[in-house]
DNA sequence: TCTCCACAGGAAATTGGGGGTT
DNA sequence: AACCCCCAATTTCCTGTGGAGA
């Protein structure tokens, strides 16, 4: 947006007081910072990459590339990893007269099964717009690997986020051992999965992991150094040269490296900052932009979590939240679903067993809106989880308020709460 | 050391809803 | 209309467990 606006005939520039006009300069090129920008070098990365250019090799040996399996957390440089050396497979495959190479990239993002996966991957390959269903799962297999069929003769399946399919793996069992099973003829046909789960290696099935596990590699968080450097080479192109101060850039990294380690949360950090001063027309990025921006992407993502939140969540999220406001909390399992009944109660909504709504706050505790922590006190109460509110009261309420299902009850809460003075 | 509380949490069965064919 | 497939959410039933106090 900015990088071409210095015509000097641009009548707008002229314009004293137009509120788009910034008076400060701060990036130089603000698209090196958005999600989709992808680097051309991974430095940071250079062993993976290696391991990576191995696994395919084969392929261009005229047979299946080794299945490969790549792990690590998000924002980590997995998929821009692969993208990378199967663009250079591609072209070196374009060069070659006896090489014919088919790779389908996708993300499983939400297929929760090898039936949807599988639906998923069908439509991928058609190019077509809806999934196939309604069918049994084998006839389901069975189109894949007709659709397989029509590719070249090497074939590559690349599968991100592959986590989503859980231990319902059946299709990584079959999809590498296709051929040999006769249900393809003409191709090799191989599987490159990326995940941000590393305890799914552990789900998957015995025979899953036999089949389909040639290699893996795994993407060690990056740590603040190596943060240090992939923000530099950035902000190199993104800025104006001299608007950072020295301590932006490793403030940014330090703050990621003791989150995730993942850049991509590094980057966001760094072009919040940046937007901050040019919001408040400050000529320089400094420490309390970084500080501020970190405070508003922390609060965002809770609000975001929140937001889609199931209504079962919000009754117990709803249930924690009251007991916060009679300053009850921590409270145990008990407790909560005590006060969870009667709120369902009010709200006439569905009761769920006590089982349930456990689960529930445990995953209430895994997204970070609650803090969960077990406990034992021996023959008075034996072990149990104690739960309390971990994000802002007020904020919570302001958010849970939004929803006219619930926003009765919310209502009665804030009063309380104003009331004792907590909000 | 042994007990026993008050849960935690695994596993299997059930429910209900979406999509389909015949 | 009657019936089939898949699946997430839930219920039902159950065994497992760490430590305070006897």
Not at 219 to 239: C, G, H, V
Request: charged share 30%; hydrophobic share 35%; net charge negative.
């Amino acid at each position: 947006m900015s990088g071409d606006g210095t015509d000097s005939g641009n009548p707008y520039e002229t314009l004293d007081g137009n509120p788009y006009g910034a008076s400060v300069e701060i990036f130089a090129d603000e698209s090196v910072l958005k999600e989709d920008w992808k680097p051309e070098k991974l430095p940071e990365r250079e062993g993976e990459l290696e391991e990576i250019r191995n696994a395919l090799a084969p392929a261009t040996r005229g047979v299946n590339a080794h299945n490969l399996f790549l792990y690590g957390k998000t924002g980590q440089g997995k998929t821009v990893a692969i993208d990378h050396e199967i663009n250079l497979l591609q072209e070196y495959a374009d060069d070659q007269d006896d090489l014919n190479l088919s790779v389908t990239k996708t993300s499983a993002n939400n297929q929760t099964t090898s039936y949807q996966l599988c639906a998923h991957l069908i439509k991928e390959i058609r190019g077509g717009t809806k999934k196939p269903s309604g069918i049994d799962q084998q006839s389901m297999f069975d189109l894949l690997y007709d659709e397989i069929s029509e590719l070249e003769d090497t074939v590559i399946i690349v599968i991100d986020e592959i986590d989503t399919i859980g231990s319902n793996d059946e299709l990584l069992y079959e999809l590498p051992r296709a051929r040999k099973n006769g249900h393809i003829e003409d191709q090799w046909v191989s599987v490159i999965g990326i995940s941000n789960n590393l305890q799914f290696r552990d789900n998957l099935s015995p025979k899953v992991k036999d089949s389909l596990y040639d290699s893996e590699i795994e993407f060690a968080p990056y740590d603040a150094t190596q943060l240090t450097s992939i923000l530099e080479r950035r902000a190199d192109r993104a800025f104006v040269e001299g608007v950072l101060e020295d301590d932006v850039i490793p403030l940014c990294s330090a703050f990621a490296a003791q989150d995730e380690g993942s850049a991509r949360q590094a980057i966001r950090l760094l072009y919040k900052s940046g937007e901050i001063a040019l919001n408040h027309d400050d000529e320089l990025v400094c420490e309390s932009h970084v500080r501020e921006a970190r405070d508003i992407l922390e609060r965002k993502r809770i609000e975001e979590g929140m937001r889609s939140l199931t209504t079962q969540d919000q009754f117990a999220l709803l249930s924690v939240v009251s007991l916060a406001i009679d300053e009850e909390t921590p409270a145990r399992t008990r407790q909560v679903y005590q006060k969870y009944k009667s709120i369902v109660d009010r709200l006439d909504g569905n009761q769920l067993v006590e089982r349930r709504v456990r689960d529930h706050l445990q995953s209430l505790g895994m997204q970070g809106f609650l803090l969960a922590t077990t406990r034992n006190t021996g023959i008075q109460g034996g072990s149990h989880y104690r739960f309390e509110l971990k994000t802002d009261l007020e904020a919570t309420l302001d958010i849970l308020a939004e929803d006219n299902r619930i926003d009765s009850v919310v209502e009665d809460l804030v009063s309380v709460a104003t009331a004792k003075n907590l909000v």
